[in-house]
Every structure is written in C-alpha cells, then in structure tokens.
C-alpha cells in the first residue's frame, strides 16, 4: 500500500502546501486493491462506494473467487485518502486478513461502479458466514406503516443468511437461494438506491417478493397467514406443545422455558434425558434476569455471529432447572432473525432453543424431511420457502480467562479462515466426535462448521455430503489428506478410501497444533498440555493427559498422567462406576468399592470389576483426565452413570466452592516422560469422604489440585510458552486455575480460543501439521 503523506520523511524541498498544489495539478493514478478474509455478505462494496464516490474517485468494486477486488482512479491525494480510509470505511463485521495494493494503468473511467465478477477460478477468499438480524431490520420490524412493518425474514446489506445459503462463490444474489425470489419493484428501487442502507444487498426481500411463513400443525392442518400461523405457534408453545422453527441454518425444537412438564416431553420425544438446553432470552434484559454477564460475555451474546453463550445461571430465575440438571451455567442465545424475535413477542417468555434432530441424528433442514424426521416430536411446524443449501448448527461460546472460547464452531463463526501458511492442496477430516473437517488451497486455509459424532450412518452421509458440498462451493480437490492415527475412526477409513497420499497423525500432537495455529506458535517450541477424554496413544493405548513439548512439526511426550484402567472399556465411559473401582483398587481401597452403588443402586460387583480388570483386552490401560475425572466425579457426587460427554466432569465443577482454598496434591515422578501420579490426591480425598468433608469443598480441592500438577510440570520448562489443548480446558474453572497459577510463577500460559480446544478444532491442527509450511 502506498505510504501516508506523513511517512514520506523531512527531506522534501517543497512545503506542505506546495506538495498539495503540486499533487492537485498532477495526472490521475489508478490503484488496485484486493481485500481476502470476511469481507463478502457484510456490506462491503456498497461501503467501499461510498466512500470512492465521495473522494470523486473514479473505479469499481466486484466481489471475486480472490476476495474484494478494488480499482480507483484518480487524482494522487484523493487515492490516498481513499486508501488511508478503507479499512475503517468498512462494516464492523469486516475481517481483513490480507490486503495487496498495487499500481495499475488508468483507465479514464467515468464513475465508480459496483459490477458482477464471473471468475471460475479456484476459490482464495473465505465464503461468507451468516450474521444475525440487526438492530436497524428489528427497529423496521417493530415499526407500523413500514413495508416490512412485522416481516419475519427482513435483512440487510449488514445482516441475514449467507453461508447457509450460498450455491456458488462470489456472494451474487443470483448464486444464493434468493435468486428463487425476484425483486419486486419497490426492492429494486432500494437495491438501486446509493443512499438506502439496502444498496446493493443481496438478501433484500420484503412481503410482496417473498420468502413468506407458513405454519402446520401435526394433524396436517396448514395455515398460509403468517401472523395467524405465530398465533397457532405461541398457543402451542403456552400449552406445553413442542414446535419446530425452521431457523438460518435448519429446524429448531421450541419449548416453553419455564414450564417443566414440556421440558420434560421435548427430553423424552428427542431422546435427550439430561444433556443441558439452551434457551433463546426474547431480549438483552430477559437475558440478564436468567442469568450473571459480565461484559466479555454481553458483548459475545450481542455479536453478529448471535452464538450460545454459557453464562453463570441465577438461581430463583423463571428457567426451570431441567433444562440445565445439576449445573450452574446456563446456555442463552438472543433472537438471530426477525422470526424468531416476533415469535418470542407473541409467547412473552423465553424458550428453550436446541437442534431440529432426534439426539445424535443430523440437523434437519428441508421441509418436507422435517415433518417426516421430526413428526414423533412435534405439534407444529413453522415453515418458510427461503431454501437452506447447506445445514448448520448453533455456534456455542464460552468466556474463559476474559477471551471467548468457541466450544461448538457452527453458524455465524465457520467457515474460520485460518492464519495458515501454505501451498499445498489439502484436507483434514478431524476425529470421530464432534467432527469437523478443514481445508488449505491456493494459500487460503479454512475450518469448518460443528458437523456432530460420526458413530452413525445418518451422520457419517451428512459429514460425506458437507466434503463434497465443500469441494463444489470452494471449486478445490485436494491432493492429500490427514486424518487422526486411530485405525478404528470412520474419518480414518473414509481418507484411505477418499485419496492415496494419507498422513495419519497422532491424536494429541493434533490438538497441540491446532493450539499452536490459535496464537500463532507454530514457528515456535511450546509445552502443550492437552487433556481430553481419548485419543489414540503413540504406543497404542489411550491417551489423554498429555505434556508434550512441540517443535518443526515432531512432538516429545514430556510428562503425563499415571495410567490406569478401564474395566469393560467403553461401558466405563458410560458407567464411570468402574472407573472408580479401578482407581480405589490401585490406593489399596478395593474395599469402599461396595459403597458405590451401581444402576440398580445394588453395591457393585467387586469379584467381577477385580476380573475385569485384569483382562487388558476388555479393560484398555488409559492416561485420559477426562475420565479420571469421571472416576473423581464418581466418588464425590455418589453418581455412577453418565448420559452425555463430560457430564459428571461438568457436574464436579458446576459444584466446586470457589471459596475453598485447599487442594489435594498430586506427585511428580522422574523419568522420561515423566509421571504424575494421581495416587495421592485419591488417597486424601478418600479420607475426607470417610471424614464427610462436604462434596462441594473436595470438588473444589480436587481442580485446585490438578492445576497446581499442571504448573508444577510446566515448572520444569519455564522458558517455553505453555498452551492448554483438549476438551478438558472447556472447564472455566480449571484453566482460569491454571493460568492464575502460572502468572504466579511467570510462566506464560495460553487459555483457548475461537478454534475449538475439542475435537472440533482437531482438523485445524491436522492441516497445521500436514500442510502448514
């Protein structure tokens, strides 16, 4: 870019004014800019006309398969400005990641344009994410004697539907689902309109050209009125009834928040017997009634990208309990479209807001599919005509340590463009749950949305789908493929069938790159504490409480957890009963084995655990720390089955006392790697059960105690920058630990970020690692 008039330096003869005249007088220039990032669907080009056309510069503007492509000309002083004022000129939502500048031959033309680009080329530039409804479409909304005075798909050139509904790069109108709708005149006048806030805005729509609402109740009666049809909505909902929304990105199951009967209803019909739900606040201030924010956490609840936020919940609050049982976070979205907002005004209270599915099907998106997939858990449908071409959930947020944390990367966040250098064409598929995949082409590098656990066949053709939707929007096929090591992972299979050159690579040293990539380390050595639930170990067993000191893409296991089994191996996920067992036989407790009482609340099966145990091939050897907390969780809340992912973890830190100060230590054995044994913190807290030390002060001890072991190990590396990876770090409680820990002892401690510290941000790491230069 050409430098500012104050950068020139002090050596010119000529004054200040004398350069103006001189600049004034001289021959026009021409400039041509390229914008890469997130710079299509947010209201850049009409942004970027307004202000060429008000320096007097000539030029034009097009979205291309490259980005945001610019060229004005005219006189030097005006272009300059003009390049000194496009960054701030730009919608807020704008993301710029690269911009090249460079001079070109003047064309002498007349005026400055907006145009259409029909570049075939591969795709460079991020595709578009979808933004929610924005305050100025709301206002409209609310406003009798508007034209779109209570429209429920009302948008912008700042917000609405863009990835969800894009057919084909650039971001045109006409390769989008609302080329189905043509512009009334009254829309085309507005579209035409420089001074209209919907110039040029490729969503517009209105009443008369459509899309429009319908509604259908279960016994197939339909209503065409679409104020009519939130009438048979609302009293739906007020009955105890469960609708489905079709929302931005598919169906969304609404029940009434503060009516437990319903919850319970929408839990049995969708198979979900406990796994928290979150509840869609009809306003900011409903929000606040429901629940503690803190201004990191309203800024994340208010953004365009409109996720859940998990937020301190407020006990007392109209929320029923069962839509979070047992925990002390709460996850709250707003309203992400005018639909949902009128909606939420005809109900007058908030609802819970979770995935149009059966619990661990695919996210429905079609009408038709809706009504047949969703028929034995719905009362009515909401429809609308607006086509979705591709699915995408809910993102899900949470603020750790001030910064936001992505734990589910879906709508409104992904496609992520990644800070990835590289060359190559390629494609990382992620792991097994909460699968994602990720992909590098033409130097550009994105990860993509939350597609959800590949156990399932329904699953496993939805994730196949996304990969060749992906190929066809962003027009690459890539020459090689990484996946995770785990011979038995559908993503693993899948890559050996997809494409020859397969990089297999470990599960851990994934996560570690993925955290590398997050704050840009990957040209740097770092300690990478990566804790989850599973991975496949380089030795073959089951890792998961990984130290590992990264550097020029290779890993060393510096330290980790001491081993254990898992009798009956996945039962013990599901029965962390067992867990338990194993850890009390290892500290010479078999004994207090029978105080667990097992599903049938029966004491449990010592003799048969003890066998078990012994048969490695029923019982894998494990360092995971996610189910050593489990195992924990076990003996201090007396709750021996989990029914979803990290519940019983989730419930150990939804109950620790913040104000318990105590902590249960764990011990550092030598060698390489080195150890740290768990065997002492179980040894205490079975003495403070047997003293009956209350479970909300051994909880608390418990994560005071882990995070102490995890700076003392980092303690032995104090020059390298220590970056936590894994799902265990979703745990605010654990990593705010670690890292006020850490700042005592001056080591530099990484929290997590918009790349998710899960196995959805596992491909992020596999493209690092395979293709990153």
């Not at 002083?77 to 003047?106: G, N, T």
């Not at 995770?484 to 494409?499: C, I, K, L, N, W």
């Not at 479970?695 to 970056?723: N, T």
Request: glycine fraction near 8%; include cysteine.
């Amino acid at each position: 870019m050409r430098r500012p008039l104050a950068e020139q330096g002090s050596n010119a003869v000529l004054s200040v004014s004398s350069q103006r005249e001189k600049r004034e007088l001289a021959a026009p220039v021409a400039t041509k800019i390229v914008l890469q990032g997130r710079v299509q669907g947010i209201g850049a080009r009409p942004a970027i006309y307004r202000l060429a056309t008000c320096l007097d510069l000539a030029g034009e503007v097009r979205n291309t398969v490259r980005g945001v492509e610019i060229v004005v000309e005219g006189l030097p002083l005006q272009v300059e400005q003009f390049l000194h004022q496009l960054r701030s000129a730009l919608p807020i939502a704008a993301e710029v990641m690269q911009e090249a500048c460079c001079d070109v031959p003047v064309s002498n033309l007349r005026q400055f344009s907006i145009i259409k680009d029909a570049d075939d080329d591969a795709i460079v530039t991020s595709a578009p994410v979808d933004v929610a409804v924005c305050a100025d479409c709301l206002a409209e909304v609310w406003r009798p004697g508007t034209r779109r005075y209570r429209y429920a798909l009302n948008s912008c050139a700042s917000c609405g539907p863009r990835y969800s509904i894009i057919r084909r790069m650039p971001f045109e109108r006409d390769q989008t689902a609302m080329a189905d709708f043509p512009l009334c005149d009254d829309c085309l006048v507005e579209y035409r309109n420089v001074d209209d806030r919907r110039f040029h805005a490729q969503t517009i729509s209105c009443p008369q050209c459509g899309p429009r609402l319908w509604g259908v109740t279960a016994d197939g009666k339909m209503q065409q009125d679409q104020e009519a049809a939130f009438e048979l909505a609302a009293l739906s909902l007020l009955r105890g009834e469960v609708v489905a929304l079709k929302g931005v990105g598919g169906y969304q199951l609404l029940v009434d928040a503060t009516n437990r009967q319903a919850v319970a209803q929408l839990r049995q019909r969708k198979g979900r017997p406990s796994k928290p739900l979150a509840v869609m606040a009809p306003a900011k201030a409903d929000a606040h009634r429901i629940a503690h924010i803190d201004a990191v956490e309203r800024n994340a609840l208010t953004s365009s990208a409109n996720p859940i936020v998990l937020l301190k919940a407020k006990r007392g609050s109209e929320i029923v309990d069962a839509v979070y049982p047992g925990l002390d976070t709460i996850g709250v979205l707003l309203p992400t479209t005018p639909l949902h907002a009128l909606l939420l005004e005809r109900v007058g209270r908030p609802l819970v807001c979770t995935s149009g599915n059966r619990e661990g099907a695919p996210l429905a998106f079609d009408v038709a599919a809706a009504e047949t997939e969703l028929a034995d858990i719905c009362d009515l449908w909401l429809h609308h005509n607006r086509p979705i071409v591709r699915p995408i959930d809910d993102s899900v947020v949470r603020v750790i340590g001030g910064k936001v944390v992505a734990l589910r990367l879906a709508r409104g966040l992904a496609p992520l463009r990644l800070e990835l250098k590289s060359s190559a064409s390629g494609l990382a598929l992620g792991g097994e749950m909460k699968s994602a995949a990720a992909f590098c082409h033409h130097g550009s590098a994105v990860l993509g949305p939350h597609v959800g656990d590949v156990s399932n066949l329904a699953t496993q053709q939805r994730y196949r789908w996304h990969l060749a939707d992906w190929e066809t929007l962003y027009r690459f096929s890539p020459h090689g493929v990484a996946c995770d090591q785990h011979p038995g992972y559908f993503t693993s299979r899948m890559a050996a069938e997809v494409r020859s050159n397969v990089q297999p690579l470990q599960h851990h040293h994934a996560h570690a790159a993925a955290a590398m990539l997050q704050h840009a380390f990957l040209d740097q050595e770092v300690l990478a504490v990566v804790w989850d639930g599973t991975g496949y170990g380089s030795d073959q067993s089951i890792w998961g409480g990984e130290f590992l000191q990264v550097a020029d893409k290779q890993f060393q296991r510096f330290a980790h957890l001491r081993s254990f089994v898992l009798p009956g191996g996945e039962a013990a996920i599901r029965e962390p009963w067992r867990i338990a067992a194993a850890l009390l036989e290892q500290v010479g407790c078999g004994e207090l084995l029978a105080r667990i009482p097992t599903e049938d609340r029966k004491p449990a099966p010592v003799a048969m655990i003890r066998q078990i145990a012994g048969n490695r091939t029923f019982s894998p050897v494990t360092t995971s720390a996610g189910r050593l907390l489990d195992g924990l969780a076990t003996l201090i809340l007396q709750r021996t089955h989990s029914e979803y992912e990290g519940e019983l973890p989730m419930r150990l830190e939804a109950c620790a006392d913040r104000d318990e100060r105590d902590s249960y230590e764990l011990a550092i054995e030598e060698g390489q790697p080195l150890q740290l044994d768990w065997r002492p913190l179980v040894r205490r807290l079975i003495a403070d059960i047997r003293a009956d030390v209350t479970p909300p002060r051994m909880a608390m001890r418990v994560q005071r105690g882990l995070a102490a072991a995890i700076v003392d190990v980092c303690r032995r590396r104090p020059e390298l920058p220590v970056l936590l990876a894994g799902g265990v770090f979703q745990n605010r409680l654990l990593g705010e630990l670690v890292a006020e820990m850490a700042a005592d002892e001056a080591l530099s401690v990484y929290l997590p970020g918009i790349i998710p510290p899960g196995d959805g941000g596992l491909a992020a790491g596999q493209l690092a690692l395979a293709f990153g230069e």
